[in-house]
């Protein structure tokens, strides 16, 4: 009897289930058979090296009909002597018994043969005719190994394009790493924005905007990321802007009453330079004349990260005009206005970790500092007119030295090339005193190989973007250049110059569109719209449309309206004035001039009074106005 009960239930949980839609309460917990999962990986794994093999099998096979097909000379005569040394054993001698070779030692003999069977003819190569384009192949490849050996054959210059950032100096620079963004900076306090995949020909710059007001720009950085851009003016105090140039963070000003630069939060005097952190996104270096070096992190405006000050022979302060990072984040360099160049630990800020006295001329400022892409090389721009490498682990005496390079601005740029084999840099000329360059050195022979003469200004700026292979070049003159290849360049200005032009949209004047409203009340609807001779027929009548406009007046005017002399009333008055011809220089004799007409016509008060008094009769001075004009002002009676 329970039985049957439950068997009821069971089938009524059933209908139930069914009737609702759903499999059970609540979820179960899947489990995995481990084992099954193992052997069913295992047999997949063998199954495909099974195929791979006999792929392999099939390929031998193929190769081994072929050359089976030569039979060699000397693979006869190792056949005959191997006949011959088995007839020898089987006679019965009495030497021992040799024991024949293991199985794959014969092959392995023949393999270590260099030659097997006769040479082969001239014009052929590996058993097939050799073509003349195997010779053409082999006459490119070598052609292509003498581009890879000479350096000079890669840098784009082939094809140049102009942006035009104003009219004074681009002293700042910088490409996003991803190399779709161009950004620069000048003494106009400008910073302009250029994009590559949004530009035409037209080459114009989406945004310009001023961040930090009436101050020149002296550096300009794009973070690792690309997201956020450093602005290093000459105010004390830097700013952080994002990609599309909104404030981000702007760093504090330091107090400039207190001596030891330590215990400010910021700086407390010009900024000469800055830079990102290669490999920390939210830390950032700048360098100012108050004789520090301050890194700060983005997230907190309010007091900078640490302070390097670097210091002189006799341990006075020095001002840093540039300032670097090592490609790995672990050094940071200054170069000073004393000419050294100091080199700390980012860990350890008391102490330089590297020092160079005299690196440059004593009291010329160092323009630029770069590490190159291996973290060995240090690359130094002189004020003194020089271009110097030094290895970091030897730092007394620079590996080489370029003399010559003029340089008459503070902020001259040197980097390397992305393969490391060149050292660009630019050269300053005096207004229509020659042409800027930009000049090409080798790094290992430290020769002048190429340059490029870019205007007739100073270059100032210079980028070699590795990942785009363009040159990027800021002139005295307000020009940003772009230098690329098209075959060895990607992107970029290679964007930007196969857009043609937009056309300037001029404003058309719109007719009155007719707005249907089926479901509007009879009042506020509009009367459908008629043919346009009917509409026009209909304009006829009515008086206000079809008024005829007033002819211009000709002769002396009416109507309040003023003839043709001039457009207005004031005009017309101006007229009348200069054609009067009279001349008051003298005014009483231009009064006295209608002194008899109005006498004998009065116009103006005579006429009022000429029946009421025709004899005028004037006031006489009584005695009490004799004495009061006697008195003193002070006296006087206020009327």
């Not at 003194?384 to 682990?393: A, G, H």
């Not at 902020?411 to 005096?430: A, E, H, N, R």
């Not at 700026?461 to 075959?487: E, F, S």
Request: a negative charge; hydrophobic letters at 30%.
């Amino acid at each position: 009897m329970d039985s049957n009960n439950t068997e009821d239930e069971m089938t009524n949980d059933g209908d139930i289930t069914s009737v609702m839609g759903f499999s059970g309460f609540g979820k179960k917990a899947r489990t995995f058979d481990l084992e099954a999962i193992f052997e069913q990986t295992r047999r997949t794994a063998i199954e495909r090296s099974r195929q791979v093999l006999d792929d392999r099998e099939k390929e031998i096979e193929v190769q081994g009909e072929s050359s089976s097909l030569v039979v060699t000379q000397k693979d006869a005569e190792k056949a005959a002597a191997a006949s011959k040394k088995k007839d020898t054993d089987s006679s019965g001698s009495d030497s021992e018994p040799v024991d024949p070779p293991p199985h794959g030692e014969e092959e392995e003999e023949e393999d270590d043969d260099d030659l097997v069977g006769p040479p082969l003819p001239p014009g052929y190569k590996d058993g097939a005719p050799q073509s003349d384009s195997d010779d053409e192949d082999e006459d490119g490849q070598s052609d292509e190994d003498d581009e890879d050996d000479n350096p000079v054959k890669k840098i784009p210059d082939t094809h140049e394009i102009t942006l035009l950032h104003g009219t004074k100096t681009v002293s700042a620079m910088a490409l996003d790493p991803s190399g779709a963004r161009l950004v620069t900076g000048g003494y106009d306090f400008d910073v302009r924005f250029w994009d590559f995949a949004g530009m035409d020909r037209a080459l114009q710059a989406f945004r310009s905007l001023q961040p930090c007001d009436c101050h020149q720009i002296r550096a300009l950085q794009y973070s690792i990321t690309g997201d956020r851009i450093l602005v290093v003016s000459g105010n004390a105090q830097a700013k952080v802007l994002d990609r599309d140039g909104f404030n981000v963070m702007e760093c504090i000003k330091g107090d400039q009453y207190i001596v030891d630069m330590v215990n400010t939060k910021g700086h407390t005097a010009m900024l000469n330079d800055g830079s990102w952190h290669p490999k920390i996104k939210e830390e950032f270096m700048t360098c100012s004349n108050d004789g520090t070096v301050r890194t700060w992190d983005v997230t907190s405006e309010k007091k900078h990260k640490s302070v390097f000050k670097p210091r002189s022979v006799q341990g006075k302060k020095v001002t840093p005009t540039c300032c670097a990072y090592s490609r790995d984040g672990k050094l940071i360099a200054a170069g000073c206005q004393d000419g050294t160049i100091q080199i700390w630990d980012r860990n350890l800020s008391v102490h330089t970790k590297f020092h160079c006295r005299q690196a440059h001329t004593p009291g010329s400022d160092i323009s630029r500092i770069c590490f190159s892409y291996d973290g060995t090389i240090l690359a130094s721009r002189g004020g003194d007119d020089t271009l110097k490498i030094w290895d970091i682990r030897n730092f007394k005496k620079p590996l080489n030295t370029a003399n010559g390079l003029t340089n008459y601005f503070a902020m001259t740029d040197c980097c390397f090339s992305p393969d490391d084999q060149l050292i660009v840099t630019g050269t300053s000329v005096k207004k229509d005193q020659g042409n800027g360059k930009l000049a090409f050195f080798d790094r290992a022979t430290f020769q002048r190989v190429y340059e490029i003469e870019v205007t007739n200004a100073s270059v100032v700026r210079c980028l070699w973007h590795p990942k785009l292979n363009q040159i990027m070049v800021g002139t005295g003159n307000g020009l940003a250049k772009v230098y690329y290849d098209p075959v060895k360049s990607h992107r970029g200005a290679k964007l930007c110059v196969v857009k043609s032009k937009t056309k300037v949209k001029h404003a058309e004047a719109l007719a009155q569109e007719y707005v249907i409203t089926p479901h509007a009340l009879p009042m506020f609807r509009e009367a459908r719209q008629r043919s346009t001779r009917k509409q026009l027929e209909k304009d006829r009548l009515d008086p206000k449309k079809s008024h005829k406009p007033e002819p211009p007046v000709s002769g002396p005017g009416r109507g309040g309206r003023v003839a043709a002399h001039g457009g207005t009333l004031s005009s017309f008055i101006v007229k009348n004035i200069a054609l009067d011809k009279t001349d008051d220089s003298n005014a009483r004799e231009a009064i006295l001039r209608h002194a008899k007409e109005a006498s004998e016509n009065p116009y103006w008060v005579a006429p009022a009074y000429k029946k009421t008094q025709p004899n005028p009769v004037f006031a006489e001075d009584s005695e009490e106005d004799e004495e009061a004009d006697k008195e003193p002002e002070w006296k006087k009676r206020k009327i």
